[in-house]
T-cell receptor, first 116, second 110 residues
Framework: DTGVSQNPRHKITKRGQNVTFRCDPI?????LYWYRQTLGQGPEFLTY????????KSRLLSDRFSAERPKGSFSTLEIQRTEQGDSAMYLC??????????????FGSGTQLSVL | DQQVKQNSPSLSVQEGRISILNCDYT??????FLWYKKYPAEGPTFLIS?????DKNEDGRFTVFLNKSAKHLSLHIVPSQPGDSAVYFC?????????FGAGTRLFVKA
């Protein structure tokens, strides 16, 4: 399977705990994105990497959230001191290099986070 | 600020008929407009896109129309099939950022 892979698929945690999600993009894709989706809404942009550089962060991404892509391949998204409002589907997407803007994103199946 | 709006949360269509999904946007700086399809427990998958310099793009049963003066786009599915039942997200892209609407759930009845 050469699609975008996200782990874990589901995560249940207690409020105040830290969680970390992993995303493995399609191998030749240098652009990687994190989105968050809540029930009844579309995906909301969180952050964007081009290779290992984090080029944009949404104001939705509070200081409890941190994302890394250390070698320009896989990425991790960590949420510290989770709150019930963090419960959502966290989606990772990638896109290939090129001069065009985001003509097409390839999404993983997401990590569903439930904070109790 | 909702830059991309899908005002119909759901749509029900008979198999074989046309499905028309609508979307409005507020920012004229978008370069591409896209439609994604999402099944339960899966991530969105790309369906069709249109450049901001065009007004129509067709791919098989799917056609997207762009009306820049009205800041409106629509997705036409003809003929609709039961397998088309899913949530459809309208999206607008500029540089590295893609903004999604809230989605329209399409039901295609056999």
């Amino acid at each position: 399977d050469t699609g975008v892979s996200q782990n874990p698929r589901h995560k249940i945690t207690k409020r105040g705990q830290n969680v970390t999600f992993r995303c493995d993009p399609i191998s030749e894709h240098n652009r990687l994105y994190w989105y968050r989706q809540t029930l009844g809404q579309g995906p909301e942009f969180l952050t964007y990497f081009q290779n290992e550089a984090q080029l944009e962060k949404s104001r939705l991404l509070s200081d409890r959230f941190s994302a890394e892509r250390p070698k320009g391949s896989f990425s991790t998204l960590e949420i510290q001191r989770t709150e019930q409002g963090d419960s959502a589907m966290y989606l990772c997407a990638s896109s290939p290099p090129g001069v065009a803007t985001n003509e097409k994103l390839f999404f993983g199946s997401g990590t569903q986070l439930s904070v109790l | 600020d909702q830059q991309v709006k899908q005002n119909s949360p759901s749509l029900s269509v008979q198999e074989g008929r046309i499905s028309i999904l609508n979307c409005d946007y507020t920012n004229s700086m978008f370069d591409y407009f896209l439609w994604y399809k999402k099944y339960p427990a899966e991530g969105p998958t790309f369906l069709i896109s249109i450049s901001s310099i065009k007004d129509k793009n067709e791919d098989g049963r799917f056609t997207v129309f762009l009306n820049k003066s009205a800041k409106h786009l629509s997705l036409h599915i003809v003929p609709s099939q039961p397998g088309d039942s899913a949530v459809y997200f309208c999206a607008a892209a500029s540089l590295f950022k893609t903004i999604f609407g809230a989605g329209t759930r399409l039901f295609v009845k056999a």
